[in-house]
């Protein structure tokens, strides 16, 4: 599975942008579908999974009520909606596919990974 993420810029505080992530490989249906955050320097941060068919989701506690994750199988793609946006969001955002089909928080229980978009956000 090969992951390309777009969507990322530079946005002001309170703001909103759209990650999208396209998969190419015929496993994208069955697998969980993360994205991640990582700081220079840091470990990857958790921020939302799905499951393989979209019926479960998670969020970390620091974005939850401001970021939505969905999955669109049939474009083997998957969306970070982020809303209400604030500095401390300002990161490179990764994603990530397991080979589990239920969600998973773990940065090691993902197998795929993307090169990552950028997000900043500043006034």
């Known amino acids: 599975v090969q992951l390309v993420e777009s969507g990322g810029g530079l946005v002001q505080p309170g703001g909103s942008l759209r990650l999208s992530c396209a998969a190419s490989?015929?496993?994208?249906?069955?697998?969980?579908m993360g994205w991640f955050r990582q700081a220079p320097g840091k470990d990857y941060e958790f921020v939302a999974t799905?499951?393989?068919?979209?019926?479960?989701?998670d969020y970390a506690d620091s974005v939850k009520g401001r970021f939505s994750i969905s999955k669109d199988n049939a474009k083997n793609t998957v969306y970070l909606q982020m809303n209400t946006l604030k500095p401390e969001d300002t990161v490179v955002y990764y994603c990530?596919?397991?080979?589990?089909?239920?969600?998973?928080?773990?940065?090691?229980?993902?197998?795929?990974w993307g090169q990552g978009t950028q997000v900043t956000v500043s006034s």
């Open positions: 490989g015929r496993t994208f249906g069955s697998n969980a």
């Open positions: 799905i499951s393989r068919n979209g019926g479960n989701t």
């Open positions: 990530a596919a397991s080979k589990y089909s239920r969600i998973r928080t773990s940065w090691n229980e993902y197998d795929y």
